[in-house]
């Protein structure tokens, strides 16, 4: 039976606990960190280049004065963080604002110590008052003084032992500081190296001593003795340089030159941390213990936390001696790894169980070197399937069983057989009279790589191709070959034909992809999604691998990332992957491996070594306490990025309204490997809690103005959740809300009030002069119409009287043109019967009597006055028409201005022929010889013309 003592202690002593590396180049700071301290809020500080913070997200350097160095720091758990360095010694404390302010005490050092000229190097804070220690003396602050103490030689280190102070005098021995005195350990003068570091020891007040280069001594009150144990000549060697309690029981001391050794009381080495094994550095400067069992060393480049009660312990070869390991077992008291380079051993427990601190040392057992694929137990015989065939493990020997190369899993067929999957299809072993495992014979009729092999409640066998689809098998009764096989592949319902693996789950064969796992139907011979396995494992549904665990547990192995299910309440099935995150893309894909040493214990192999995983201490961190969330800063993001505060607490923050846009960042400080989500809620703003989120910061923004209560709660491994962390602020009145602007607002209003009363008065009285002026111009506008009217009327009268007086005269002027036709007429007629005139006697009248009455009738006919007569009368009726027409037309004569008169009359042709005296045709020529003077186109009326003239 596997003895496993070793893991009955708090602290384990086989592999190193998860080790946290914080580099500078995360804390952006400087590589030394010369002391540790912790506030009672759960942030760490650390004396670097300035106090440097963490809270368990947010790093943050507050620089001291002039840019010193910080040697120690001490948190007084009541909200000052005490600090010193080159000269200076002080503390850090919150503003009103959250920020923390730095506060100086040198000043109150008497004026005759001063300046300080060296280094302080411890602070403690004791009660009521704080001591700084500096190799010149030691200050005492209390009660806003301080006190020097001064030695007769050079100090070394102030130190503390449970309430007591111990100093080393350099050469003259151990002092203790009593009521502010030092007072003398006997024997103490013996020590002849260096005392870094004194401790409690045991419940009867005894001290653990331990010195640079002697090692370590108990001091009983009387005596001081060396201590002989594993430890001494390591811290002998490799230079203590500090020491602490940790978990109560363990001591940790830091060395110059090797790193971390843990030890109990007994004095055994428990364990050895170094760079090795996981720190960045060997030589460590500070060590703090935390409540939470956290170990942090301050080294001299870097940062590293140790989680001493962590459930699993890490060996890693870093120096790459074996490879990468495939496959890792425990057998008869030795360990044994399958890596690409062959099998390697060591002894489990080297020396017995007596000696707790186990270093391992891996040997390659001859002849195995190559791949190796899986090392499997079966009926307690150890078989490892290799790439140049299987063989059975024999202590620090092999035994070739198959010269079949290429196996890579076996699994149980039946009560006494074994059956492998290899390169090129299928083997059967049995047992020899021994009890050993033989080869029996390889199955024929298969000759498929076989990946992964396993047989379903009929017999049948499946087998997973190393690449593309799986087969079912169905052997003969004898087992030597196959009598029935069937590929499937996608057209058989599988998502894909690619990347298929089979196993057993709980005693039914499931298949693994990328799409989730599926089952196989035998009615309908193709395969279907197990869809309530795929709910149930959520994101692990596209497990690549399934790995029993311990009773109806199994591992899912989801292409890097590690979970572990328990199916052992029906219908139901509970999933834990926060656990186990720091093994996430540790492990070789498609070959995880994960061994039972016992009921507790798994051995998982990862890339280049393997972890020791304890169910139990896994389990029992779900009960731990855990730290409430701060909230670490609250940013103004309006305009640019603004800092407004700082450790947010529960006190009202009133917060201007032109800065109404923020950013609330938020921390838990909880420093373990695990998944921290959040949930925040701002009442007077959100109308529920949100979602569960990795994010430790939230933005919002056009905040109205009003009173706030921003409340925020982390939860561990999506199990564990914290209290509520309240934080309550105050949106303030915009400028135009404010009691100053409300004042204005009143006076602006009774200002307002007067004008508009004025304004409206004034345009009262500007409306009725406007009403006054409108009736007074609809007055005279009524007048001027009414003077328009009358004297339209007069125009008209005129109008009609000129229209009467104008057809009067056209009358008349048509009657004197009528008159003198006539008259022509009438005298043409007497002209022509004075041509058929006879006397008496018949004959015809003599011509010399004729011409003289012609002449009278000539005259009478062209007679002018007539003319001048109807031209005065056309004038009147037609004003300015001979005007225009002869400044149109200067060539016309008088005979073609009369002939336009009378065409403008519109006379007929032989009315005009009587007035002119000529004949018609002569009218018709004259008519034509006036158009082309007067230039008129052919088809334009002569007549028209004269009249629109």
């Known amino acids: 039976m596997l003895n496993i003592s070793a893991f009955a202690a708090d602290i384990k002593s086989i592999g190193v606990p998860y080790v946290q590396n914080y580099s500078k180049f995360q804390y952006q700071s400087g590589n030394q960190n010369w002391s540790i301290t912790r506030n009672e809020h759960g942030v760490m500080y650390f004396g670097n280049e300035g106090l440097l913070s963490f809270d368990g997200r947010y790093w943050k350097r507050y620089p001291m004065p002039n840019g010193l160095i910080v040697r120690a720091v001490a948190a007084d758990g009541k909200g000052r963080i005490y600090a010193g360095g080159f000269g200076e010694f002080g503390y ?11 506060h100086s005490l040198t000043a109150l050092i008497p004026k005759n110590a001063q300046p300080v000229k060296e280094e302080i190097w411890k602070i403690y804070v004791d009660k009521n008052r704080v001591l700084f220690e500096a190799f010149g003396g030691i200050y005492i602050y209390a009660n806003n003084k301080v006190k020097i103490i001064k030695p007769e030689k050079p100090f070394l280190f102030l130190l503390k032992a449970g309430n007591r102070f111990f100093a080393e005098e350099i050469g003259a021995g151990l002092f203790e500081l009593i009521d502010n005195k030092l007072s003398f350990v006997k024997g103490s003068n013996l020590l002849a190296s260096r005392v870094l570091t004194i401790l409690p020891f045991g419940k009867d007040g005894r001290l653990l001593i331990g010195t640079a280069k002697d090692g370590l001594f108990i001091y009983d009150g009387q005596t001081i003795t060396p201590w002989q144990n594993q430890a001494n000549d390591f811290l002998k060697n490799y230079q203590l340089n500090n020491g602490i309690v940790v978990m109560g029981k363990y001591f940790a001391f830091g060395t110059i030159l090797n790193g971390v ?79 690409n380079q062959g099998l390697f051993y060591s002894d489990w ?82 047992k020899d009279a021994a009890g050993n495992w033989v080869l029996n014979h390889k199955i024929e009729g298969f000759t498929e790589p076989s ?3 396993e047989q379903d409640s009929k017999g049948q066998l499946w087998v997973s191709h190393a690449y593309k689809g799986v087969y079912k098998v169905i052997l ?30 709980d005693n039914r064969i499931v298949f693994s992809s990328d799409s989730g796992f599926y089952v196989y139907d035998d009615i309908t011979d193709r ?19 399934v790995i029993a665990a311990i009773g109806k547990k199994y591992w899912f192995i989801n292409h890097g990332r590690v979970a572990l299910a328990d199916l052992s309440v029906p219908g139901q099935l509970l999933i834990d992957s926060n656990r186990f995150s720091m093994l996430n893309g540790q ?18 192999s990862v890339d280049d070594g393997f972890v020791i995983l304890n169910d139990r201490d896994a389990v029992g961190r779900n009960r731990e306490r855990l730290p409430a969330v701060l909230v670490r800063q609250v940013e103004n993001i309006t305009d640019k990025t603004e800092a407004m505060t700082e450790m947010g607490t529960e006190q009202n923050e009133s917060i201007p309204y032109g800065k109404n846009n923020i950013r609330i960042s938020y921390a838990l400080p909880y420093y373990r490997q695990a998944r921290v989500t959040y949930q925040y809620f701002l009442e007077g703003y959100s109308k529920q809690w949100s979602e569960w989120s990795a994010s430790s910061a939230k933005e919002f923004t056009n905040l109205s103005q009003g009173t706030y209560h921003f409340k925020v709660r982390a939860k561990i491994n999506d199990e564990n959740v914290t209290g509520i962390t309240s934080y309550t602020f105050d949106i303030a009145a915009p400028w135009y809300s404010s009691k100053l602007a409300c004042f204005i607002y009143v006076l602006l209003a009774v200002l307002l009030y007067y004008l508009v009363r004025r304004y409206y008065s004034q345009k009262l009285q500007r409306h009725q002069a406007e009403i006054q002026e409108k009736l007074r111009r609809e007055h005279e506008e009524f007048l001027r119409r009414e003077a328009i ?76 006055r007539d003319w001048n007569i109807f031209e005065n009368s056309f004038n009147e009726a037609h004003e300015n028409f001979f005007k225009k027409l002869k400044q149109d037309h200067p060539d016309l004569v008088p005979n073609d201005l009369k002939l336009c008169a009378y065409l403008r009359m519109n006379m007929s042709s032989k009315e005009m022929a009587s007035l002119l005296n000529i004949s018609l045709r002569g009218v018709e020529i004259r008519r034509y010889r006036l158009r082309k003077k007067l230039n008129l186109e052919h088809d334009k009326n002569l007549t028209e013309f004269l009249i629109e003239l």
Request: proline share 2%; charged share 20%; glycine share 8%.
């Open 92 to 102: 850090w404390q919150a503003d009103g604002k959250g920020f923390l302010k730095y």
């Open 261 to 339: 050794v843990i030890v109990d009381a007994a004095g055994n080495m428990l364990q050895q941390i170094n760079k090795s094994s996981g720190l960045q550095n060997n030589t460590v400067l500070s060590l703090y213990s935390d409540s939470e069992q956290n170990l942090w060393a301050g080294l001299d480049n870097g940062i590293d936390r140790i989680e001493l009660n962590s459930p699993m312990y890490f060996y890693f070869d870093k120096t790459g001696r074996f490879g990468t390991v495939y496959s890792s077992i425990i057998f008869n008291k030795k360990i044994y790894l399958g890596t």
């Open 349 to 430: 427990l080297p020396g017995g169980s007596n000696q707790l601190l186990h270093s391992f040392n891996f040997q390659l057992i001859p002849g195995s070197q190559g791949q190796v694929w899986e090392l499997s137990l079966h009926d307690g015989r150890l078989l490892c399937s290799h790439n140049d065939g299987t063989f059975q493990v024999n202590g620090s020997t092999i035994n070739k069983i198959s010269s079949l190369s290429g196996g890579w899993t076996i699994k149980k067929f039946g009560n006494d057989q074994l059956i492998q999957g290899c390169y090129n299809g299928l083997i059967l072993f049995k």
């Open 451 to 453: 990946r992964l092999v």
């Open 476 to 505: 003969s009764a004898d087992k030597k070959r196959v009598v029935s096989q069937k590929f499937y592949d996608k057209r058989s319902g599988l998502p894909n034909s690619y990347n298929v693996g089979v196993f057993n789950l």
């Open 527 to 545: 395969f279907y999604k197990y869809q309530q396995l795929n709910r149930k494992l959520n994101t692990f549904a596209s497990s690549n691998k």
């Open 587 to 604: 492990m070789v894909q498609n070959y995880e491996n994960i061994s039972l040493i016992n009921n507790l214990i798994y051995l998982i």
């Open 789 to 864: 009217i009358n004297e339209q009327q007069i125009v008209t009268i005129k109008n009609e009287q000129l229209q009467a007086d104008l057809e009067s005269k056209s009358r008349e002027l048509a009657n004197s043109a009528m008159n003198i036709v006539y008259k022509n007429e009438l005298l043409q007629k007497i002209s022509e019967e004075l041509k058929n005139l006879k006397d008496k006697e018949g004959k015809r009248l003599p011509e010399d009597q004729l011409k003289k009455i012609n002449k009278v009738i000539d005259e009478g006919i062209n007679d002018n």
